[in-house]
């Protein structure tokens, strides 16, 4: 007895210890289910890539202290001009109300946490009227030391008068009584409204100035020429300090203040635009948006591309909400998941933004999670009842029995629990990929049910009154049990071989659908037949007859259908074999041009028809708005999440990389995919331009900066370690965004952030910022290094994989099921050349498959990447069934024609239910909400139908070719063929003649 049979025996001569065996060790493995979770960011994509490396170190090296665990939430207000003072104050009033609400006040940063053009207008208008004042009071101070010093010049002179007799005591007395009265009220007066510090500190300039004047005035009265006097000089001199002492130096907090980059309260801001009159409103916003030094215009960031610099209308311009992740998070747009925390605060800021008078878009990392999220659900919602009914419905043509459709749903459901269970296990998180997984088991699990169903149904009737429900389903175990397990291995296979992929979600999307196709296996071949023989026995010794027609079998429109691969493979086969030659060669030329894509736009779900929203109960999708809101942002403002960036690695304090970064800033900036600020610059920064900006506001840097560029090019050539030294001392937040400084006090990189267009491909920005890498790298002796990386580049490099993925799992699949079938046929009997033969169909179809892609521009991604091994996964199966069909029944009839008749209406027959329920199964992505899921949906169910094709239609044809030229011997004669299809279940195999197959 073969292996084949002796299992069957043992399946359905235990059927209840089976059943008890099975049943508990799905309840085991499914207890694995609550512990799936679920992760839809994007980084889960990314592989170790020395461009990913390279984003680490700078992530681990470069992220400020203000910028470290935040995450940013544009806020864009739109309409006719959204640059009124109404405009205005209606965005700080809604900042009000975002810093009212708990959810959204709570994960603020600390600084600066809500910045707009609104607060940077409203602070102009503060900082010019606190200038005002603090000018008039230093005006004031200044006047009353001027004051001081002629009063003094005064009391010296009276001093002099007394003294030379010129006027007696009593005068003297009373005028300088008189005079110190006059000092006093110049202080009183000099002083008002100054603190009790400030006075006192005003009074000690008084005094010096009294004293340095007195000194002045004994050397001008004894010199000729005291301006000459080298003493009188050096009093001057402390003159001028005592007066810095005593007006700047009083102020000195308030003028620092007027630096500070500390938002005075949201209701004094609103007061200052109110007070405005339209005159000043007009000039404040026409001086805070202007393009004079833009390298620092803050303002000029948040408003679009196509602002025109210091204009007073504008039909777009954005709010910045940075938001504190404590660390846990990542951004969300490109990268690490985000917390529930912060997705629910965004969508709370979303909520409020509705509600305003005045149109906002709301755009950030939590809002893009919530729709991944939200979509992932919603299509599993859609996709998953419809899938099941589908294939209870394709069940209900194919079988006609209820009985037996509630054993497939029973065991496509014990196929979930075993898939997902294992993913609980094994710790494999739920991604955006696994919506496939359902939909694809439910599909491969009932053509396994479909194909025992129908042979136990074919035997029953072979067998006849004296046949048994136990003796025919062994019979029928045996007989498609290899054919199932063949199928189960090479779709293993090709599941298996998207191991090689750098993609981990890819890979794991591998080891879980392999796992589940194990689990169908051992259902349907084990759990549900089982099932069946007990239900089956007891109904019928209840005088119910079990006993059904096979699908496909005793003629009908169906059998002659089926009958058109046979017919053809009979009549015009050469005309079958250049028809095929002639689409594969087209399908292989198309394949060469099919783009490969790894964007947010493949997650995001575009708006759900009309129609989904009368869907019943929970099924009913939610809004979405995030795929329109990106391309309004790409299209208008620069996206946080689009930078490149160049690392420049080694010894980063020679002058000469400086002068490379210098040329490779003017590279970028003429690049084509660079993003232009609205005053026509392109949006840099690197310690060039860190250090020209501190310059501009440091005399000391801006010194020390001149003195290092001895050659006046703009660029220092010189000393350039003192020069970060002295950055860091000035402003360690902005050197540490462009130059990382270890603990001990070595430069070892530096970068460049390019700002990127957001419409511009990973592509393009990868081929353009490679460029610029190559211009810093040193190609002398190597003393540092540069690399391109930065969100943008990443993804170019996950596409790349994803095309490796393609190529290298279509090889490994094809050559391991060619292996795998050449070994199998030649160890069952048949010639290893039969495996080939078996496989040439599938790789016609994975032509086929490719050259649609093609012509339907339909591109590789993440799910669409897997489509060739999953054609030779899910194709050969069909091949398989018909190749040993078609070798059992040309064993027992002895005729080519009619062991081909026999095939394709009998197995083909179970294909084509197995086939139709698994491309309705995947059809009903199609109406999934995610984009990538939809193009999944349509191309595996292409796939199916052109592997479906091959195997009843070019497979035929392949087979007799092989029959004639390396097959047994046995008779063409057409005359010979019988002309009714006999309902063989097996292959018509003998209990005695088991060991044959």
Sequence with gaps: ??????????????????????????????????????????????GESEEAKALERIDENFTSEQEENTTRVQVIARGDNVLTRESLLSSLEFQQELRANESVNSTLAENQSITGVENLVAISAIRSEEAAELNETSARLESGLNETVGLQRQYEQLNASSENGSINQSEYRARSAELEAQFDAVVENATDGLTANQTAQYESAVRQAREIESQRFEIRSATENPTEDPEYQRLTERLEGVYRNGTAGVLEAEYAALQSEEQPP???????????????????????????????????????????????????????????????????????????????????????????????????????????????????????????????????????????????????????????????????????????????????????????????????????????????????????????????????????????????????????????????????????????????????????????????????????????????????????????????????????????????????????????????????????????????????????????????????????????????????????????????????????????????????????????????????????????????????????????????????????????????????????????????????DDRWSAIATGDPIVSYIVEQDLLDTVLESLIITLVAVFLFLTVAYRLTGNSASLGAVTLLPVAFSVSWILGTMYLIGMPFNVLTGMITSLTVGLGVAYSIHVSARYTLELERQGNVWSALRTTVTGTGGALLGSAATTVGGFGTLAFAILPALRQFGIITGLTITYAFLASVVVLPTLLVLWTRYFGPDVSFDASGARTVTPTASDGGVEPDRGDDE
């Design 266 to 780: 949201l209701d004094e801001q609103i007061a200052a635009l109110e007070d405005l009159s339209d005159e000043e409103y007009e000039r404040t916003l026409e001086e805070t948006l202007s393009s004079n030094d833009s390298d620092d215009n803050f303002a000029i960031a948040l408003m679009p591309t196509s602002y025109d610099p210091g204009s007073t209308t504008a039909e777009a311009r954005m709010t910045s909400v940075t938001q504190a992740t404590d660390g846990d998070s990542a951004e969300g747009m490109g990268g690490g998941a985000v917390s529930e925390r912060i997705i629910d605060s965004q969508l709370d800021i979303r909520e409020l933004a509705e509600t305003q008078t005045q149109d906002y878009l709301v755009f950030g990392g939590g809002l893009i999670t919530d729709e991944i999220d939200r979509s992932m659900g919603d299509s599993l919602a859609i996709v998953g009842p419809l899938a099941l009914l589908f294939v209870v419905a394709a069940l209900l043509v194919a079988y006609r029995d209820p009985l037996d459709i509630v054993l497939g749903v029973v065991g496509i459901v014990a196929v979930l629990v075993w898939t997902f269970g294992f993913m609980g296990w094994a710790g494999i998180a739920f991604n955006q990929m696994f919506v496939a997984v359902p939909v694809l088991l439910i599909g491969l699990s009932i053509d396994y049910a479909i194909h025992v169903f129908m042979r136990h149904r074919e035997q029953r009737e072979t067998d006849g009154t004296s046949g048994t429900v136990r003796g025919s389903m062994t019979t029928a175990l045996a007989g498609v049990g290899a054919a199932l397990v063949w199928v189960t291995a090479t779709t293993v296979i090709g599941f298996l071989s998207n191991l090689v992929s750098p993609i981990a979600p890819i890979r794991e999307f591998g080891i879980v659908s392999s796992v589940g196709i194990v689990a169908a296996l051992i259902v349907f071949g084990a759990l549900i037949p089982a099932a069946k023989v007990e239900i089956d026995e007891l109904l019928e010794a209840r005088g119910i007859d079990r006993r059904k027609r096979a699908f496909g079998t005793g003629g009908g429109p169906f059998s002659e259908i089926l009958t058109v691969g046979s017919a053809a493979a009979r009549r015009i086969p050469l005309v079958i074999i250049l028809l095929v030659a002639l689409l594969t060669v087209g399908g292989a030329y198309g394949a060469t041009q099919v783009d490969t894509s790894f964007q947010e736009e493949d997650f995001l779900a575009d708006s759900p028809p009309e129609w989904t929203q009368k869907l019943p109960g929970g099924m009913a999708p939610g809004e979405y708005h995030a795929k329109d809101d990106l391309e309004y942002v790409n299209e208008h403002f620069q996206r946080q999440d689009r930078q490149a960036q160049i690392l420049v690695e080694g010894n980063v304090t020679d002058p000469a990389v400086l002068d490379e970064i210098d040329d490779a800033r003017e590279s970028a900036a003429d690049s084509g995919v660079a993003y232009t600020l609205a005053t026509g610059e392109a949006d840099i920064q690197d310690p060039l331009s860190t250090m020209e900006r501190v310059a501009g506001q440091n005399e000391s840097f801006n010194e020390s900066f001149t003195a290092a560029d001895t050659d006046d090019d703009g660029v220092p050539d010189e000393n350039v370690s003192a020069l970060y030294d002295q950055l860091f001392e000035i402003d360690a937040e902005s050197a540490s965004q462009v130059v990382h400084r270890t603990d001990s006090g070595e430069y070892q990189s530096t970068r460049m952030v390019i700002a990127v267009q957001g419409d511009a491909t990973s592509a393009e920005t990868t081929s353009e910022m490679r460029d610029v890498a190559g211009g810093i790298e040193d190609g002398s």
């Design 1 to 46: 007895m073969s292996v084949p049979d002796r299992l069957a025996d043992a399946i359905t001569s235990h059927t209840r210890i089976v059943l008890v065996v099975l049943v508990l060790s799905t309840a085991l493995v499914g207890a694995g289910m609550p512990m799936v979770d679920d992760d839809s960011s994007l980084s889960q994509f990314e």
